[in-house]
């Protein structure tokens, strides 16, 4: 991770580097620590860095709306230090690169909504040594998950996090490892001591577990053991020996398209989706299932993508080819609390029309506001107490009263931001009485 090199140690990496392969040296800059520019300097007065042109649009920012902070360094920097020199001269006209910024600061602006918020860089990263990429994502992700005010535990929990996991090398996925276990770790205010004696009764991240188990290889100082053996053991997961490719079955293709086109429509998957689905089966199946009940939306402008419409706002797009549509909002009607629906007014191309619409954020809502009164909170104190790990969406429940279960077995599945947590029995003992469902949001503590 280039943006903890200091340039002392700079001048040594890339001196031996280039020493032993004087036709390649390349320094993935990150500007999180803001020293960056420092070592762009370095690098260029002592001609220690060549830039790979061919993937000037992939390694830098061609432009400074969406560079700087924990990004990479803008073209427009990076260029203008180098052409100060004849050696290094890019021969990129600047006047090109400014177009580009102009565009992508206007698309900046129409993401706003997921921006993390972030004003500056950040020191802090020598301490936690968290990629500069994930930094702005995890700072999201805890915000979302109303952890957003513990940003400074959370950033203290990613070094002990990462410790647990064996110092690993933290590039996706092993970065969203470490980031998903220092969440769990602050959300259940744990301490490092306190997760490692907690080995066979936690309920960790999905993520940890299948790292854990071998699925991401073998770390290059190896697991922390004997806490690796202990939490798998509990789980009753199967560590992967060597490298998880080779253990893994060859795919036959024509049967996963068969499979698909079964689910979705003959003629509907393309080349590109078998191999989507290959990889993300889970997203991807969301995405078709998306698709099929809302239709292709990648016509529909950014904008009203992303912000619901206001009453009498209109905006147009093509649909199709040569078809345009207008739309304007007229009315909301009010929330039918039994449904969750609701009667959406609206013209289009000057035809009035109305829809019954689910509003799942009010429905949530209003569900959330009926439940609290009466949702139980686990005891600590009661071993038997099965609460939720952190809040979420309840995706699957897997015991039913009266099922017998022992330390270890899965309870219940649930997701949060991109976060999977399987919630796990402490003890063994019989299912007294289960408190969720499936597709309801709870809430950190509250009984499962």
């Not at 968290?130 to 999201?140: R, S, V």
């Not at 009466?374 to 009661?382: E, F, S, V």
Request: charged share 20%; aromatic share 8%.
């Amino acid at each position: 991770m280039a943006g903890l090199l200091k340039p002392k140690a700079a001048r040594i990496l890339i001196g031996a580097i280039r020493e032993r392969h004087p036709d390649l040296v390349n320094s993935y800059l990150k500007f999180q620590t803001m020293v960056s520019v420092t070592k762009s300097r370095l690098f260029t007065f002592t001609h220690m860095i060549l830039l790979e042109l061919a993937l000037l649009l992939t390694k830098l920012q061609p432009k400074q709306g969406m560079s700087g902070l924990t990004s990479q360094p803008s073209m427009g920097a990076v260029c203008t230090i180098l052409d100060s020199e004849p050696k290094t001269n890019t021969g990129i006209d600047f006047s090109h690169i400014q177009s580009l910024n102009t565009y992508w600061e206007q698309v900046r602006l129409m993401y706003s909504c997921f921006d993390s918020g972030l004003k500056s860089g950040d020191s802090s990263v020598y301490l936690h040594e968290m990629p500069g990429g994930q930094y702005t994502n995890l700072l999201f992700q805890a915000q979302s998950l109303g952890l957003g005010e513990q940003w400074e535990e959370i950033k203290k929990a990613y070094a002990t996090a990462n410790r647990l996991a064996g110092d690993i090398v933290k590039v996706t996925p092993s970065s969203k490892v470490v980031g998903d276990l220092a969440q769990f770790i602050v959300s259940q205010k744990l301490t490092e001591q306190q997760v490692i004696d907690g080995a066979s009764t936690l309920s960790f991240p999905q993520s940890f577990l299948e790292y854990l188990q071998g699925q991401l290889g073998i770390p290059p100082y190896g697991f922390l053991e004997p806490f690796r053996t202990q939490v798998l053991e509990a789980k009753r997961l199967e560590p992967i020996a060597g490298r998880p490719g080779a253990s893994l079955k060859p795919i036959d293709f024509q049967e996963l398209k068969g499979d698909l086109e079964d689910e979705f429509g003959l003629g509907q998957i393309r080349d590109v989706d078998l191999l989507s689905s290959a990889l993300y089966p889970k997203v991807f199946g969301d995405y078709m299932r998306y698709v099929e009940q809302y239709g292709n939306l990648q016509n529909l402008p950014t904008a009203q993508f992303l912000t619901p419409l206001k009453v009498g706002e209109e905006f147009t797009f093509e649909s199709t080819p040569g078809r345009i549509m207008i739309i304007q909002l007229v009315a909301i009607g009010p929330l039918n609390e039994e449904s969750g629906k609701r009667d959406v007014y609206f013209t289009l191309n000057g035809e009035v029309r109305q829809l019954s619409i689910t509003d799942e954020q009010a429905f949530k809502t209003a569900i959330s506001a009926s439940s609290k009164a009466t949702r139980l909170r686990a005891d600590p104190g009661n071993k038997g107490d099965v609460g939720a790990p952190m809040s979420g969406l309840v995706v699957e429940v897997r015991v039913k009263v009266g099922d017998e279960v022992k330390v270890g077995d899965p309870i219940v599945v649930m997701s949060a931001m991109k976060m999977e947590t399987i919630v796990s029995a402490p003890v063994s003992g019989k299912v007294a009485e289960i408190f969720v469902k499936e597709n309801e949001n709870v809430n950190s503590g509250e009984l499962v």
